[in-house]
């Protein structure tokens, strides 16, 4: 049976976890045991899933709750705004929650209260994950097929009669893919030897340009990224508008919209290039190009072992047990984009397997499967 790959991925934020010993990208993720979205939460336990939360007008539970016929050899999940895929153990997938786009990928467009099989890839899914309201599986073939909605190109295909979402599952013309990771409106799929991503680009948030960085807004069909030359790559987080990578040296790069100083750094010479008059110790406000993060001292930011980011913000701990954010931090009245700045050191001893976040709260996962989740804001000093 091929190895099981698993792929966190989330409408507000998706991160690709591999496992501590990976040596590229194309090693083995650890497994997804605990989701965390802007609406809900869910956990596996025993093989059962439990959610918290609303999963759009299909669940809803103040504390966490058994998912109805979602009881056994669940091995991970992955939601969007308002659905949740499962992955089990054989390699079928069910989904639940608001289908009005097609994301759910079971030949029609029917909502459902409890998770309904993707017949047509029964057995063979490998991994999982999904945008806002599009979702993607990587085949044991390592193949990629996409459904739901396509108004952006998150799927990478071109519909027939003009159609807008997909209710089935569409393959995609990629092989050799070892890697799924999605955000709201884009999709990306890593191999080995190249990465391609389809989907939303207006903030170069896809890592890809034409001549002095005029951005495509929208890529229609997969295509090779740049920053395939950071691998090793040991983790990736993205968002709607940014993405940001953790390599094997234990440094982060970001790349997308510096709308926030979500990028981490200070500026840079290109945005010379397109207006003379630009100041480069401006934050610029995207970059296509992965820009290396850079703390407040000056350094680059190193020694990190996990990352997560929000639409403005970015989270870093350290081999140390210490957390450093940048971007636009969440501080009393006045909020300013900053470097990558040391935020609290964590006095837990559990072993940290992997942080998430959503919008405004920060969630760590530790290796006895057991989380703890607070609020953002309240990691700033």
């Known amino acids: 049976m091929p190895k099981r790959l698993y792929i966190l991925c989330l409408a507000a934020s998706c991160a690709l976890l591999l496992s501590s010993k990976a040596q590229s990208v194309t090693s083995g993720p650890s497994p997804v045991t605990f989701l965390l979205q802007k609406a809900y939460q869910c956990k596996i336990e025993s093989g059962q899933v439990l959610c918290k939360g609303q999963i759009g007008s299909h669940f809803s539970s103040p504390t966490f709750s058994p998912v109805p016929k979602a009881n056994k050899e669940t091995i ?55 945008g806002e309201n599009h979702t993607c599986a990587l085949l044991n073939n390592k193949t990629v097929s996409c459904w739901g909605d396509n108004s952006q190109s998150q799927l990478g295909v071109t519909l027939p009669s003009a159609g807008t979402f997909s209710v089935s599952p569409v393959p995609l013309p990629l092989s050799d893919v070892t890697f799924l990771i999605s955000g709201e409106f884009h999709t990306c799929a890593l191999s080995p030897k190249s990465s391609s991503c389809w989907g939303a680009n207006k903030k170069g948030q896809l890592s890809i340009s034409h001549k002095l960085f005029n951005q495509p807004p929208i890529i229609k069909v997969p295509k090779k990224v740049t920053y395939q030359s950071l691998a090793p790559i040991i983790q990736m987080s993205t968002t709607k508008e940014n ?90 009245s006045k909020s300013e984009p900053v470097l990558a700045t040391p935020l609290k050191k964590l006095s837990t001893k559990k072993k940290i397997k992997h942080m998430q976040t959503n919008q405004s709260e920060i969630c760590f996962i530790y290796e006895d499967e057991s989380h703890k989740c607070e609020p953002i804001k309240l990691l700033i000093n």
């Open 243 to 332: 993405t940001c990578l953790l390599t094997q040296k234990r440094n982060v790069y970001c790349f997308g919209s510096n709308s926030s100083g979500q990028l981490g750094t200070q500026g840079v010479p290109y945005r010379k290039q397109l207006d003379p008059n630009v100041n480069i110790n401006e934050h610029p406000p995207m970059s296509p190009t992965p820009m290396l993060v850079i703390q407040n001292d000056g350094q680059a930011l190193h020694d990190v072992s996990h990352i997560a980011i929000t639409p403005s913000v970015g989270i870093a701990l350290k081999k140390d047990a210490s957390l450093w954010g940048w971007g636009t931090l969440p501080k009393g």
């Open 76 to 130: 991970s999940l992955s939601g969007g705004q308002s659905h949740l895929c499962i992955l089990k153990s054989n390699g079928n997938l069910g989904c639940l929650g608001d289908n009005t786009r097609g994301q759910l990928g079971i030949g029609s467009s029917e909502s459902a209260k409890e998770p309904q099989f993707v017949k047509a890839l029964r057995g063979a899914v490998r991994s999982v994950s999904s």
